[in-house]
């Protein structure tokens, strides 16, 4: 392992970490009592009435975000001694059940069983119960932003493509409204940034040499 100066805090990451916070506090504005507006609805709709025949293999990527993937990403982190990310990982695993936890304790709205008159719910989905925000979200955006600085080239937009598969799965088996997604992209945001700031994150032009190789380095 190189010196500490192949580690960095950004400034960056406050910034994106504020404008999170910035986009959360907008979506639980506008859902703050409980309502599902004509736009929201229309995307709902149009994602969540696609074909029955995408259920099977939504149901299997849906599993992307549950809880123990933040655990698993810093078991495997741990195991290619990427001390700081496996650190980061639990992080964002406890940062993630406190926040979506305050929220709830803030703005309350029921999932789409309950919001959506033509609601189609798949999968053995809850019906009822608190929507806003996406824990599953939460967690695999504050994942796809500590994990972000140790990959390169194309391999940074995995992640975020997962980010995006299973913000799909859930409007589309009827979890979540969108803006219960949206929030959590931005409450995963915030996560994310504020683990990335706790912990440092590797230089771009030492990402390579900061810790052993294992997975694909920053550069």
């Given at each position: 392992?190189?010196?500490?100066?192949?580690?960095?805090?950004?400034?960056?990451d406050v910034v994106a970490g504020l404008v999170g916070l910035s986009g959360l506090a907008i979506c639980g504005f506008i859902v703050r009592d409980g309502s599902v507006g004509?736009?929201?609805?229309?995307?709902?709709?149009?994602?969540?009435?696609?074909?029955?025949?995408?259920?099977?293999?939504?149901?299997i990527a849906q599993l992307l975000?549950?809880?123990?993937?933040?655990?698993?990403?810093?078991?495997?982190?741990?195991?290619?001694?990427?001390?700081?990310?496996?650190?980061?990982?639990?992080l964002v695993t406890l940062g993630?059940?406190?926040?979506?936890?305050?929220?709830?304790?803030?703005?309350?709205?029921?999932?789409?069983g309950v919001t959506e008159p033509n609601a189609i719910v798949r999968g053995g989905t809850p019906t009822t119960g608190a929507a806003f925000v996406s824990g599953h979200v939460i967690l695999l955006t504050?994942?796809?932003?500590?994990?972000?600085?140790?990959?390169?080239?194309?391999?940074?937009?995995?992640?975020?493509?997962?980010?995006?598969l299973?913000?799909?799965?859930?409007?589309?088996?009827?979890?979540?409204?969108?803006?219960?997604?949206?929030?959590g992209i931005c409450l995963g945001t915030a996560v994310g940034c504020a683990a990335r700031l706790i912990v440092a994150v590797p230089s771009p032009e030492k990402a390579g040499t900061a810790e052993r190789p294992?997975?694909?380095?920053g550069s």
């Open positions: 392992m190189t010196g500490t100066r192949a580690f960095e805090r950004r400034r960056s004509s736009f929201e609805r229309s995307i709902f709709e149009s994602l969540n009435g696609l074909p029955d025949a995408l259920e099977p293999p939504m149901r975000g549950v809880l123990v993937v933040g655990p698993i990403t810093a078991i495997v982190a741990s195991a290619l001694r990427r001390w700081r990310l496996a650190a980061a990982a639990l993630k059940l406190a926040a979506e936890r305050i929220v709830w304790q803030l703005v309350s709205r029921q999932r789409p504050a994942l796809a932003w500590v994990l972000a600085p140790y990959l390169r080239g194309g391999w940074r937009l995995a992640p975020w493509i997962v980010v995006a299973v913000s799909f799965t859930r409007i589309y088996l009827g979890a979540h409204n969108p803006l219960d997604v949206l929030g294992g997975l694909p380095s």
